[in-house]
């Protein structure tokens, strides 16, 4: 073809910088900017060659989630809790983004060092991949996960050749690096998508959508639960908090899924979930609450949920004398510390399978989690369950607990005021007050609400059918127009009244009275 003078003058690549770094003589700016942009093309297209190649391969962890994961392992416990109080359950997404950021501004930067060279951009490249290649192996351990790592690595380097070809010549080829650019970036899209679609998900997805479990009923609300009260008696599990460390929630294929139950045992067993529904089903409405939830907040829900009982289980397996704690792993490598006696006493201690008559969301621990009432959620309520190890106390360590949180977590007594909201304003006369309050398996027996610092009023309980469940409250009171601001505590079944006294979420669960301003007119 016409391959002029310019072409064979082209520096050959990988040599040092100097005379022959070709510069867009129009303009240093552009074509810094364009060695930025090649840069960030190629890792673009490493990294969605990457997820792709893991969602292929079946590997949980995408390099960038478990780069992300292993990140908020190392930063220090109250600095993680910040990110997660100010995020919510917007943290992981942020992070994900955050990182993907961090990454497009390194691999810029390493497009620019291009321009002197091939030395530079591949040793910050296979830096790169060796950080994603340390994360994926703290997280599943194995060869496997390492292929996305590599398929990444070879994408940048790849990527980055053929965009830097075009700008090496003199003159500059605009055209021909704004085409492969292009066609680079149309290609990252086209491997996310396709990552997307290949996902091991799609086919748990639909693994769950056939499985059929015998024995599981559809909630029926009980009669003298409160059915117009603001937030409804039964949390649907779209709508239901979800708080987990899991960047990319487990998908596991409820065939392949075991159960080892082991340690301070006489007859250690493995379980199919197929052995699980041979044992007898119990369901029961239980109230699931986080202990990061602040006063007022909504880290709570209430579900009907179907599994077996940990304590018939554990009995026909011989439990040990010495042992006091049950040590729960999920697939994901997340760890809690369950109090023995929690899960042999008379209590509806499930191994879970479904929430609302249906089989567990992914999100919420598909196939298999543990729901403990009475208990926070990070000392109980194992998603994506995969290991019980019977063990004690001086012996083993939970995720949460080794960062600084209590190593019991029996749920506090808590109530929220759900209506009126804070800052909102209502018409005159009788008002409305409604809420809910909680103390699983301890239950509640009474709520009082304080208006303008005035004495305690009692309020009127929607009949409450279990004590492991949320009780709804209401209140109609006159109220004249102006502010007011209005209190609530909760009496339980055991005699204790709702503390005042104001604590953070940080060892154990916060503490304190719910109280909201509202304007009435
Ligand atoms: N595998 C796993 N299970 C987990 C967690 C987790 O991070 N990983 N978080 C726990 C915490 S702190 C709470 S409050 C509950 C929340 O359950 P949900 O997301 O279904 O509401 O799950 C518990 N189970
Ligand atoms: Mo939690």
Known sequence: ?????????????????????????????????????????????????????????????????????????????????????????????????????????????????????????????????????????????GWRPLVPVGAGLLGWIGALEVLSDPLRRTPVRRRGFLVAAGVLAVGAAALAVSGRLITGRRQVEEARRLLHLDGVTVPEVPTGVDPSAPVPWLTPAEEFYRIDTAFSPPAIDPDAWRLRVHGLVDRPVELSLADLMARELTEAWVTLSCVSNSVGGDLVGN????????????????????????????????????????????????????????????????????????????????????????????????????????????????????????????????????????????????????????????????LEPTVDSWVQWRLAVDLEPGEHRVAVRAISRTGDVQTGVERDVVPDGATGWHTVTFQVE
């Not at 995408?62 to 292993?70: F, G, H, I, L, S």
């Not at 006493?345 to 479904?354: G, K, P, T, Y």
């Open 1 to 141: 073809m016409t391959s002029s003078a310019a072409d064979r003058s082209a520096a050959p690549a990988g040599q040092p910088a100097g005379s022959d770094a070709p510069q867009d003589p129009r303009s240093p700016g552009d074509a810094r900017a364009a060695w930025t942009g090649a840069g960030i093309v190629a890792g673009l297209f490493g990294v969605a060659l990457s997820w792709c190649a893991a969602a292929m391969l079946q590997v949980a962890d995408n390099p960038v989630a478990a780069v992300a994961e292993q990140t908020v392992r190392l930063l220090p416990g109250p600095v993680a809790e910040f990110g997660i109080d100010l995020l919510g359950t917007a943290d992981k997404p942020v992070f994900v983004v955050l990182i993907l950021l961090v990454l497009a501004a390194l691999c810029g930067w390493l497009g620019r060092l291009r321009r002197h060279g091939r030395i530079g951009p591949l040793t910050g490249f296979v830096v790169l991949a060796a950080v994603g290649g340390a994360a994926v192996l703290a997280q599943d351990g």
């Open 303 to 462: 579900a009907w949920w179907s599994g077996v009982r940990i304590a018939t289980l554990l009995a026909e397996l011989g439990v040990r004398p010495d042992a006091d704690a049950v040590l729960q792993t999920s697939e994901d490598g997340w760890t809690c510390l369950t109090p023995l006696g929690a899960l042999t006493d008379e209590r509806n201690a499930l191994l879970a399978v479904a929430m609302n008559g249906e089989p567990l969301s992914i999100e919420h621990g598909f196939p298999v989690r543990m729901v403990v009432p009475g208990l926070y959620g990070y000392v109980s309520a194992t998603k994506w369950l995969v290991e019980l190890e019977v063990t004690r106390f001086s012996d083993a360590e939970g995720y949460w607990t080794s960062r600084g949180w209590s190593a019991h977590g029996p749920v506090k007594l808590t109530s929220r005021i759900d209506v009126p909201a804070s800052g909102e304003t209502v018409p005159a006369g009788e008002v409305h007050l409604a809420g809910t309050a909680w103390q699983q398996h301890t239950g509640v027996e009474g709520v009082e609400v304080q208006v303008d610092g005035g004495g305690w009023q009692p309020a009127d309980l929607a």
